[in-house]
T-cell receptor
Framework: ETGVTQTPRHLVMGMTNKKSLKCEQH?????MYWYKQSAKKPLELMFV???????ENNSVPSRFSPECPNSSHLFLHLHTLQPEDSALYLC?????????????FGPGTRLTVL | KNQVEQSPQSLIILEGKNCTLQ??????????LRWYKQDTGRGPVSLTI?????NTKSNGRYTATLDADTKQSSLHITASQLSDSASYIC???????????FGKGNQVVVIP
């Protein structure tokens, strides 16, 4: 394992539900990321946090709301999602958000929206 | 058009055989290129990283090459094993930032 954990690993939710994805890194990194991975598409960067401050939001719909209470934890709050939001959501961390630091990925949360 | 293109999209190989995966990129200025392996149901794990001045790097049975002039990279798998069945993702980093350009991945299936 890479030192980045995600829960839950699988999630099925209706379009009116509210749920949250959790990510925790045990690597002492200062930057954390949310990615969306859909079938046959490259990973899409959603959000970047550096030292608990959001530094990038890649035009993600407001039904996705990130939260970074400290440098070790990252959440993705979900509400009123659409079926096309079904995907694997990956969390990653790196030592810094600048430079060419390797990103370490968690195992992902497989999300299905009914 | 995606900045990182990988081919073939998928391939099936017999256990014990070799295979080569290709990655072409347009990211400029270039900083480094990584190959990640992603097992089904898991997150990507880095296999190799190469910078501009490196042509070849090996990690066990995995050997990556880089031609920064033609902006091409390959990942060669030697004597494939069933555990090599995975998606192999080419990831390119531009100079001065940590924003990564991802390929769609090469899906490899090794059969006995």
């Amino acid at each position: 394992e890479t030192g980045v954990t995600q829960t839950p690993r699988h999630l099925v939710m209706g379009m009116t539900n509210k749920k949250s994805l959790k990510c925790e890194q045990h690597l002492g990194h200062n930057a954390m990321y949310w990615y969306k991975q859909s079938a046959k598409k490259p990973l899409e960067l959603m959000f970047v946090y550096s030292l608990e401050e959001r530094v990038e939001n890649n035009s993600v719909p407001s039904r996705f709301s990130p939260e970074c209470p400290n440098s070790s934890h990252l959440f993705l709050h979900l509400h009123t999602l659409q079926p096309e939001d079904s995907a694997l959501y990956l969390c990653a961390s790196s030592r810094l958000a600048v430079g060419n630091n390797e990103q370490f990925f968690g195992p992902g949360t497989r999300l299905t929206v009914l | 058009k995606n900045q990182v293109e990988q081919s073939p999209q998928s391939l099936i190989i017999l256990e014990g055989k070799n295979c080569t995966l290709q990655c072409n990129y347009t990211v400029s200025p270039f900083s480094n290129l990584r190959w990640y392996k992603q097992d089904t149901g898991r997150g990507p794990v880095s296999l190799t990283i190469m910078t501009f001045s490196e042509n070849t790097k090996s990690n066990g049975r995995y050997t990556a090459t880089l031609d920064a002039d033609t902006k091409q990279s390959s990942l060669h798998i030697t004597a494939s094993q069933l555990s090599d069945s995975a998606s192999y993702i080419c990831v390119v980093s531009g100079e001065g930032n940590n924003r990564l350009a991802f390929g769609k991945g090469n899906q490899v299936v090794v059969i006995p």
